[in-house]
């Protein structure tokens, strides 16, 4: 490879969930910024077929390379074991990729732009004497429960049935977390098998984030000003870039409307809708998707729901037909132009990040029952820090439990006044003078700097 002055930036992105496309929506942006750089864009085959194969739209200057993703062929377990063998290999599989790509032209890369997931990524910029950009998909909140975790273990002492009894002990010693119980803790921290590779790897990056030349993420300084205070102390540069609902450059990953959502939207009142969906990797379990039809039935609210074809079987028998005046089942939805459309008026959702970030940027209140990882701590913030929507009961839908959530939701103003207040907080970050624009900035310079 020909020497002369580093222009390359070596992207690693961690390729399963929704990380790898926010990781590309902002290297889109840099590239499009910098087009003297070249972006070398690493993930595994079948992640870099769905951020590239479908979009026709990519700067130049950026480049995909596959990473072996630790996978035997014929391989058949479940989609979690996947990810464990991919966690177990990924350090080496990463550097030989990178390796297999520069060579002896290391001297090329002038930086490192990382999923936060991949703590390697620190002894990789050290290693070369470039700039680490660690890049967290998620929240603030979930992040520093990550950063904090030897404090909190060290805080809570577990007795022998774990966190029983102590589940709803506040974290009031972590900057920003005063109401965020045990129960709300992602899994790895002081329950959910602590020794698994994925809580390793979780740990491992906790400490290695104050290492990076900034720590960004898909959130805006006004929505958690208290926790960024704190990371300002504690790490580099603290960025936040988002919304990337309200960034994002990419036409190509603004879908098109298959099933004719937006068409069934505009026949119904302003926000009278309920839309429902728990994202790409959770389903609620069959009694409960019963549970949530049947109030969904009782209540008599309009609802777009997106779910998967073969789980409509577990729905009551009946019920499509006798709801089909009001309410439209299809396996997948533009969210992100459903959520925006005026006659939504609730979220049902499992709290995923990205969703949480599209639900506010939207002005739509939620109804949260959160699964697993960061969901729960989202789930508290949304309903108990922000005030912009509410949990379902004992975090289990019943028919009674959902009808409850949406009489609420849909009567109390106040909630809705919330979380048109963040999403006018949102778009201002993402203005000329805002928040977001100023660290996007700030980001191009660490970037592009000579």
């Not at 990473?67 to 990924?90: C, N, T, Y």
């Amino acid at each position: 490879m020909a020497s002369g002055k580093p222009n390359h930036v070596v992207v690693m992105a961690f390729p399963y969930g929704t990380h790898a496309i926010p990781l590309y929506s902002l290297v889109r942006r840099l590239a499009i910024q910098a087009p003297t750089l070249t972006f070398s864009f690493f993930s595994t085959s079948k992640s870099n077929q769905s951020v590239f194969g479908t979009s026709n739209d990519i700067p130049s200057n950026i480049k995909s390379y596959d990473v072996d993703d630790g996978v035997p062929k014929d391989f058949a377990g479940h989609h979690k074991a996947e990810m464990g063998l991919f966690v177990k290999s990924m350090v080496e599989n990463y550097r030989k990729a990178i390796d297999s790509m520069y060579g002896g032209g290391a001297e090329m890369i002038k930086c490192f732009i990382s999923d936060s997931f991949f703590y390697f990524s620190s002894d990789m910029a050290e290693q070369l004497g470039v700039p680490l950009i660690s890049f967290w998909t998620a929240g603030p909140c979930s992040l520093s429960t990550h950063f904090y975790t030897d404090l909190i273990r060290q805080s809570i002492t577990l007795g022998p049935n774990g966190i029983e009894g102590r589940e709803e002990e506040l974290i009031d010693f972590v900057p920003g977390l005063s109401l965020i119980r045990t129960r709300d803790l992602p899994e790895g921290i002081i329950f959910g098998g602590l020794d698994s590779e994925f809580s390793v790897m979780l740990h491992k990056m906790g400490l290695a984030l104050p290492r990076a030349a900034a720590v960004t993420m898909n959130s805006f300084a006004e929505l958690d000003l208290p926790i960024l205070e704190d990371f300002k102390s504690k790490f580099q540069k603290c960025l936040t870039l988002g919304p990337f609902t309200l960034t994002s450059q990419n036409p190509s990953h603004v879908h098109d409307d298959p099933h004719g959502c937006l068409a069934w939207l505009d026949k119904q009142k302003p926000t009278s809708v309920a839309y429902i969906s728990f994202g790409t990797v959770t389903t609620p379990p069959p009694n409960e998707l019963a549970a949530l039809a049947e109030g969904l039935e009782e209540s008599g609210v309009p609802f777009l729901w997106s779910l998967k074809d073969h789980l409509v079987s577990q729905l009551p028998d009946g019920f499509l037909e006798r709801t089909s005046q009001r309410g439209l089942i299809v396996p997948w939805t533009p969210q992100q132009q459903v959520l925006g459309h005026g006659a939504v008026g609730v979220f049902v959702t499992h709290c995923g990040w990205n969703s949480v970030m599209e639900s506010i940027t939207a002005g739509v209140p939620m109804i949260c029952r959160p699964f697993f990882g960061d969901q729960r701590i989202n789930c508290r913030m949304v309903s108990d820090v922000w005030g912009i929507g509410t949990r379902i009961k004992d975090g289990v839908f019943t028919k009674d439990g959902t009808m409850e959530c949406l009489g609420m939701i849909f009567s109390q103003e106040k909630l809705r006044e919330k979380v048109g207040a963040l999403r006018g907080l949102a778009k201002h970050a993402v203005g000329p003078i805002g928040s977001s624009t100023r660290n996007f900035n700030t980001l191009a310079e660490i970037v592009c700097k000579d």
